[in-house]
């Protein structure tokens, strides 16, 4: 393909970029830039995508700029913190991307537990500054997953059941808005603007800055137990997790074994259950809370230790790279026996360790926050399932896929809603389940006042109302 047919729009404003790019204080990448090729690279390898220009902003001046340029020359414009977007829409043939990556100035006041930081702050990196200070956030399970897109969306990690969702601390976020206007949204200011960024993800601006209220943490029991993969352990495993003190969340997985150092060399490969958590607390009595998952069945293989709590992520280490990624998820309220035997079913089908299927364990905290508090719906459900395949040569990719939509189809009559952070780009009615009625003609009515035209559309979009 030629430079001009993959890019029809860069005659027409290459000299309004030149403009922009002597005006702009910043890096302005745009195709056969040296860095250009690395910059577009997101953590979706099915994204392989040709923006018209990367804009590595720094300050939120500088984002508006960059707003403004993409409206006035009327280019699609999308936005990247972490890059780990599933759907990959933080990169985009022809649009003008803000790549917020390089803002990620990040600084904690210990004695009032507030952490200030740029969007392209990465859950692993607060997580290592806050314990610094005993304290930590509750983010996901990967650490190079970026708070930008991890906030907007809500946050769900291993901390979930004790503190809630990552969006339950937020305490107030700096936004550029359509217009380029500058805002901060907070309980007191801009109050319907704060209320949709809790969940609604990228529709209503451009976040510049986050300031969260961190928890309690210090040292937590954390680890991995492996049993066997079968119908009576995960029975067992969902009653005792699902009843276990708030102190406790896990995230479990079925899963071909992973050359894991602590699971003898015979098991790896075989068909197994995976169950990761972090106890918060006394990490003695945290023992005891974990000590019943043991007689569920004979462990193949576990780590188990007191530990900083972002020593967690050590666990998900592969998940930092960057692969071709399917996923299909869902909330369930109840997982009968039907579904956990479909679900063995269909990892045992699979041809590698890099397919699993996810169960998280919710309550807790995220159900304590009343549904309407915030833009992200189902709090009330017990159980989150995911369907979740990477693999790296692109050969694979078709049958990669069909394995993922053959297991969705058979789990998903168990399920309804979504997380819209787990959504790939699944389509209007996927985007309007993991929100529900209520909450999604709220949001396309915030989306009318801070965006009528639709600017910020490159994500799962909530049209205006
Ligand atoms: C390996 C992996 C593990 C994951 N684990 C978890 C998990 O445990 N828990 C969980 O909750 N989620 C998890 N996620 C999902 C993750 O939260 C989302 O993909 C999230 O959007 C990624 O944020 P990012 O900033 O890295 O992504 P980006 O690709 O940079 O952004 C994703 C989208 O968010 C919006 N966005 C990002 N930053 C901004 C901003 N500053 N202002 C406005 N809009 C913005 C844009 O619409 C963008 O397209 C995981 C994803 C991956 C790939």
Same mark, same amino acid.
């Given at each position: 393909?030629?430079?001009?047919?993959?890019?029809?729009?860069?005659?027409?404003?290459?000299?309004?970029?030149?403009?922009?790019?002597?005006?702009?204080?910043?890096?302005?990448?745009?195709?056969?830039?040296?860095?250009?090729? =690395?910059?577009? =690279?997101?953590? =979706?390898?099915?994204?392989?995508?040709?923006?018209? #220009?990367?804009?590595?902003?720094?300050?939120?001046?500088?984002?508006?700029?960059?707003?403004?340029?993409?409206?006035?020359?009327?280019? @699609?414009?999308?936005?990247?913190?972490?890059?780990?977007?599933?759907?990959?829409?933080?990169?985009?043939?022809?649009?003008?991307?803000?790549?917020?990556?390089?803002?990620?100035?990040?600084?904690?006041? @210990?004695?009032?537990?507030?952490?200030?930081?740029?969007?392209?702050?990465?859950?692993?990196?607060?997580?290592?500054?806050?314990?610094?200070?005993?304290?930590?956030?509750?983010?996901?399970?990967?650490?190079?997953?970026?708070?930008?897109?991890?906030?907007?969306?809500?946050?769900?990690?291993?901390?979930?059941?004790?503190?809630?969702?990552?969006?339950?601390?937020?305490?107030?976020?700096?936004?550029?808005?359509?217009?380029?206007?500058?805002?901060?949204?907070?309980?007191?200011?801009?109050?319907?603007?704060?209320?949709?960024?809790?969940?609604?993800?990228?529709?209503?601006?451009?976040?510049?800055?986050?300031?969260?209220?961190? =928890?309690?943490?210090?040292?937590?029991?954390?680890?991995?137990?492996?049993?066997?993969?079968?119908?009576?352990?995960?029975?067992?495993?969902?009653?005792?997790?699902?009843?276990?003190?708030?102190?406790?969340?896990?995230?479990?997985?079925?899963?071909?074994?992973?050359?894991?150092?602590?699971?003898?060399?015979?098991?790896?490969?075989?068909?197994?259950?995976?169950?990761?958590?972090?106890?918060?607390?006394?990490?003695?009595?945290?023992?005891?809370?974990?000590?019943?998952?043991?007689?569920?069945?004979?462990?193949?293989?576990?780590?188990?230790?007191?530990?900083?709590?972002? #020593?967690?992520?050590?666990?998900? *280490?592969?998940?930092?790279?960057?692969?071709?990624?399917?996923?299909?998820?869902?909330?369930?309220?109840?997982?009968?026996?039907? !579904?956990?035997?479909?679900?063995?079913?269909?990892?045992?089908?699979?041809?590698?360790?890099?397919?699993?299927?996810?169960?998280?364990?919710?309550?807790?905290?995220?159900?304590?926050?009343?549904?309407?508090?915030?833009?992200?719906?189902?709090?009330?459900?017990?159980?989150?399932?995911?369907?979740?395949? *990477?693999?790296?040569?692109?050969?694979?990719?078709?049958?990669?896929?069909?394995?993922?939509?053959?297991?969705?189809?058979?789990?998903?009559?168990?399920?309804?809603?979504?997380?819209?952070?787990?959504?790939?780009? *699944?389509?209007?009615?996927?985007?309007?389940? !993991?929100?529900?009625?209520?909450?999604?003609?709220?949001?396309?009515?915030?989306?009318?006042?801070?965006?009528?035209?639709?600017?910020?559309?490159?994500?799962?979009?909530?049209?205006?109302?």
């Amino acid at each position: 393909m030629t430079t001009a047919e993959r890019y029809p729009a860069l005659g027409r404003i290459a000299q309004a970029m030149d403009r922009l790019q002597r005006e702009l204080a910043c890096e302005v990448l745009r195709p056969g830039d040296l860095a250009y090729e =690395q910059a577009r =690279q997101v953590r =979706q390898a099915l994204a392989d995508r040709y923006p018209l #220009a990367i804009v590595r902003a720094r300050t939120a001046a500088q984002v508006a700029q960059a707003v403004r340029f993409a409206r006035e020359h009327d280019l @699609p414009l999308a936005v990247r913190s972490g890059g780990h977007s599933i759907s990959g829409k933080s990169m985009a043939d022809g649009a003008v991307v803000v790549d917020l990556s390089g803002m990620d100035g990040l600084s904690i006041d @210990p004695y009032d537990r507030v952490a200030v930081v740029g969007p392209g702050v990465t859950s692993g990196r607060l997580g290592w500054a806050a314990h610094e200070f005993g304290l930590a956030l509750s983010t996901g399970d990967v650490s190079s997953v970026g708070l930008g897109g991890l906030t907007l969306g809500g946050g769900i990690g291993y901390m979930v059941r004790m503190y809630g969702l990552t969006i339950d601390h937020l305490l107030s976020a700096q936004v550029v808005t359509a217009e380029g206007e500058v805002l901060t949204a907070s309980g007191e200011d801009h109050p319907d603007l704060f209320w949709a960024l809790r969940g609604g993800g990228g529709n209503f601006g451009i976040v510049t800055r986050l300031e969260y209220r961190l =928890q309690p943490a210090g040292t937590v029991l954390g680890g991995a137990i492996v049993l066997p993969a079968t119908l009576a352990v995960l029975r067992g495993y969902l009653e005792w997790a699902s009843s276990a003190p708030d102190e406790l969340t896990t995230i479990s997985a079925l899963t071909h074994v992973p050359p894991m150092p602590f699971v003898p060399e015979p098991a790896h490969g075989s068909l197994a259950f995976v169950i990761s958590f972090v106890a918060v607390g006394d990490p003695g009595q945290a023992e005891a809370m974990v000590a019943p998952l043991r007689s569920l069945d004979e462990p193949i293989g576990e780590l188990v230790g007191p530990m900083p709590y972002p #020593a967690i992520y050590q666990f998900s *280490e592969e998940a930092t790279n960057r692969s071709a990624l399917a996923i299909r998820s869902m909330f369930a309220c109840e997982l009968p026996d039907a !579904a956990l035997e479909t679900m063995i079913e269909h990892t045992a089908r699979a041809d590698s360790f890099m397919h699993m299927l996810q169960i998280r364990v919710l309550g807790g905290a995220m159900a304590r926050v009343p549904e309407e508090a915030t833009a992200f719906s189902h709090r009330d459900k017990p159980f989150m399932v995911s369907v979740l395949n *990477e693999w790296h040569d692109p050969a694979q990719t078709e049958g990669q896929l069909a394995w993922t939509e053959a297991a969705w189809q058979a789990l998903r009559g168990y399920g309804s809603g979504v997380y819209v952070n787990f959504l790939e780009d *699944e389509g209007d009615d996927r985007i309007r389940e !993991a929100y529900g009625t209520e909450t999604y003609a709220r949001l396309a009515e915030v989306k009318r006042r801070y965006d009528p035209t639709n600017v910020f559309r490159l994500n799962q979009n909530v049209p205006p109302a």
